[in-house]
């Protein structure tokens, strides 16, 4: 089975378009679906609509229960510059979607055992990165009986073992940061065990023009997409 994993996508419609276009059998998303980008409600019917297993991010968190965002000082002001933006246009089945999703998911395939979250398993807020001291991992992972953990919230794109588990984050679908502008995601084989990291290209102008339509810090957003960083 080829499992499409996705994760922050930060209201950015017209990237989870082109990962979901990619090939595969089943999709789970590992959260942040708001925030920095124009079209929240979008993305949220997106994945309910195709019934979409998705994890609650930080900035999930943030929106749906007003709690802080845990953002790095980089992005925190954008964060909560855009945040006005999206509360005023989710509905309330959007907020109670947000509400109600869990902070991890654990699946077993082919007799090894998977498990999705955010930031880490012990807090959305966590960041695990590929330079994070080996130390700081185990740490955090220590509490979770699992071969395979699926991580998002740094929005770079990796993979790295830790004595026997073996971490992957899928990157950032709606806003890489790794240098480069194409939507990332990834598709991990259940059957062989392998994962490929995928890049897709998407529609980025008509994202820019709901961007400067109805966003504040607009040219700061668009720059960022651009860059990829």
Do not use: W
């Amino acid at each position: 089975m080829r499992l499409l994993i996705i994760s922050d996508i930060h209201a950015n419609k017209e990237a989870l378009d082109a990962v979901l276009a990619v090939q595969h059998d089943y999709a789970i998303c590992l959260g942040d679906l708001v925030d920095y980008g124009p079209s929240p409600g979008e993305c949220i019917d997106l994945l309910r609509e195709n019934d979409i297993p998705t994890i609650i991010g930080n900035h999930d968190s943030a929106v749906a229960f007003g709690m802080e965002c845990g953002c790095g000082y980089e992005y925190k002001h954008l964060s909560l510059a855009t945040r006005d933006h999206t509360t005023g246009i989710l509905n309330d089945v959007q907020m109670q979607f947000l509400r109600k999703l869990p902070m991890y998911l654990e699946r077993k395939e082919n007799g090894k055992k998977l498990y999705f979250t955010h930031g880490s398993p012990r807090s959305f807020y966590d960041y695990i990165k590929p330079d994070t001291p080996e130390g700081t991992v185990k740490e955090y992972i220590k509490d979770v009986d699992a071969d395979f953990i699926f991580i998002g919230h740094s929005h770079l794109p990796f993979i790295r073992k830790v004595e026997d588990v073996t971490l992957i984050n899928p990157g950032s679908a709606g806003q890489p940061r790794d240098g480069e502008k194409r939507a990332s995601c990834a598709v991990f084989d259940t059957d062989t065990l392998q994962t490929e990291f995928i890049r897709a290209e998407y529609d980025m102008e008509t994202t820019f023009k709901k961007i400067r339509r109805n966003m504040p810090n607009a040219e700061e957003l668009i720059s960022i997409l651009k860059r990829g960083k």
